[in-house]
Nanobody
Framework: QVQLVESGGGLVQPGGSLRLSCAAS????????MTWFRQAPGKQRELVAS???????NYADSVKGRFTISRDNAKNTVHLQMNSLKPEDTAVYYC?????????WGQGTQVTVSS
């Protein structure tokens, strides 16, 4: 019943911005931290940002000051505002959450930063 669906990826020039969204649907009565990961071709999955149910956020050093994670608990949605994008930000971005004591992953959304 539970699903995570990401959206908002695309192609952007260096220095540009994108806003990713991840919406949880189904029986989502117990949602803990919500987290964004990314994975570039040939690279390991990397944690980008996470946010607790209380709104406390943490970021990878590589994105601090450029990305902002937020959540809307009423809509069971997490967002990732990405500013000052760099080519090295190019990756498939996945959201993850522990919901009802199970781990859930979204299908991923492609972000490409290129001039």
């Amino acid at each position: 019943q539970v699903q995570l669906v990401e959206s908002g990826g695309g192609l952007v020039q260096p220095g540009g911005s994108l806003r990713l969204s991840c919406a949880a649907s189904g029986s989502t009565f117990n949602i803990r931290d919500m987290t964004w990961f990314r994975q570039a071709p040939g690279k390991q999955r990397e944690l980008v940002a996470s946010i607790t149910s209380g709104g406390s956020a943490n970021y990878a050093d590589s994105v601090k000051g450029r990305f902002t994670i937020s959540r809307d608990n009423a809509k069971n949605t997490v967002h990732l505002q990405m500013n000052s994008l760099k080519p090295e930000d190019t990756a498939v971005y996945y959201c993850h959450s522990l919901i009802n004591y199970h781990n859930y992953w979204g299908q991923g959304t492609q972000v490409t930063v290129s001039s």
